[in-house]
């Protein structure tokens, strides 16, 4: 356990994301004042806010002097500046402790993006970002390059959407074929719930109907059908909902419909053909992995030949738009593995490809009952994820989006490549938050962006009894949101 101790409470939960960093397995507290420690602890850091400056050192357990000491000068009261000031601090103390750096340096964040997009907007030039992510945040090269790539491409992509009078429906269908070992989103075992996947749908229905008629007049940019596993549902009943959504929206500035087919285990042919004849045209079809044993491990069902399978069976139907996932930091996985799935994956030539860093949530299975899996290994480098970057680039794609999640493997991040013009668009438009999107279904949630750029939203029930019983509510929250 790393214990750390403040005079007062202020930027806890920046110094908290920072030290977990930088020490992922660990255990880490942060408390004020002087509290004795309940635990063993591998060192101790402590904060001292003074009336000019701050102090920061790390010691030892066992230790009378420290090891590292800083001493900062600030003014509190830009508390931006003190911010950065502070998480540099961390930064060089955790870095001379541990002997390693982060490739995203103090950024803890989950969009990265944001801080290049923002400079370029405002008209400031490449080499006065590049030396701002270093100076202020340590940011390695590699990270610099890639996040400016990423904004120029969002820019470019979003100055072709109605932003202020625009956007974006999200439908989550929550059911899957199986529990993924590291998944943390609200899904429920098709098993357990097919008898009441109709009952599910006729809410959903009247949510999809409320939404259609309170945005009627304005522009629907994209949809996006996710979930869980969206194509548990049958061929009729996917049918049926995407024919709901092209009867009721006016669909004339719809510029993407995806739906997340992603478990190939899940995929029929009765049922990418109801997507097609609908109007579909985008579609995920999601490996995670190309190599078996893993599947296994981490609850999927399918094997790498069904992948492969699936894939093909899409383009002879005519999906010319087909996005694959994958996860580097797997379970037992290599450097070898992640290029052989990588080398597989460049033979099938998907439109485009998003290449997750494994994040464990504190839902997931794989955190809840640690003590099964504690024989597992995990492995993610930064020339794992160099290997991701070079098959995307020889398949032709180019990054457009990036994120970050807590707890990733190796302090990454998740990255969305593409082959020009066949990028995401909701992806980039859910990431920047530029757009409304009214969000049905059991565990979405819809986000109103104001013309200022403030954002308030509103969640639906996870529970799927919950929301079918309690559906005019769920409605009544949207009137709400959007009424206002």
Known sequence: MIAVKLNRADFEYDIYSLVKAFFPAEEVTVSVGEKADKEAISFRIVTNYLQDRFEVWLKEPQEDTPKHKLSVETDFSDRKETKNRLKRAYYEILSNYSKKTLPWGTLTGIRPVKIPMGFLKEGKDEAQIRRYMKETHFVSDEKIKLSMDVAKRELALLSRLDCETGYSLYIGIPFCPSACLYCSFTSYPLSAWESRIDEYLEALSREILFAAGYFKGKHLNAVYIGGGTPTTLGAAQLKRLVSMVFEHFDMSHCLEFTVEAGRPDSITREKLLALKEEGVTRISINPQTMKDDTLKIIGRRHTAKQTEEQFYLARSLGFDNINMDLIAGLPNETLFDVTHTMQKIAALHPDNLTVHSLA???????????????????????????????????????????????????????????????????NVLAMEEKQTVIACGAGSISKRVYPDGSVKRCENVKDVTQYIGRIDEMIERKRQLFGG
């Open 360 to 426: 464990l949530k504190r839902a997931a299975k794989l955190s809840m009952f640690r003590e099964e899996y504690q024989d597992l290994t995990f492995e993610n480098t930064q020339e794992t994820i160099a290997v991701t970057a070079d098959y995307a680039k020889q398949m032709g794609m180019e990054p457009y989006y990036l994120y970050r999640q807590k707890n990733m493997a190796g302090n990454f991040e998740n990255v969305g490549y593409a082959t020009e013009g066949k990028e995401g668009i909701y």
